[in-house]
Nanobody, 124 residues
């Protein structure tokens, strides 16, 4: 089992920045790729970004490419999502998720473990 806890959400003005963190505990010795998803009210949970176990491979949704950066520090069992140039349409609950293996899936159904989410609100 892997437990995931997100932090770093909040209220920010359009054009601002936030950095989300996702701390993992439990069976973290296994190789997990990590992903970030988000869900706005009334919408489906959508893929944002993913990173491989080593950190050498990343994958982004087109809507955040060039603005968001995913990274990880395996010594701290933590994954980050740096979000710059935020837009009101980025407002959502952001979730981190873990999946075993080397692939970087963009489907939420592929992930094995989920955090509880952290709210990000971008005001115009």
């Amino acid at each position: 089992q892997v437990q995931l806890v997100e932090s770093g959400g909040g209220l920010v003005q359009a054009g601002g920045s936030l950095r989300l963190s996702c701390a993992a505990s439990g069976r973290t010795s296994s190789s997990y790729a990590m992903g970030w998803f988000r869900q706005a009210p009334g919408k489906e949970r959508e893929f944002v970004a993913a990173i491989s176990w080593s950190g050498g491979s990343t994958y982004y949704a087109d809507s955040v490419k060039g603005r968001f950066t995913i990274s990880r520090d395996n010594a701290k069992n933590t994954v980050y999502l740096q979000m710059n140039s935020l837009k009101p349409e980025d407002t959502a609950v952001y979730y981190c998720a873990a999946v075993r293996g080397g692939l970087l899936p963009d489907s939420r159904y592929e992930y094995d473990y989920w955090g509880q989410g952290t709210q990000v609100t971008v005001s115009s």
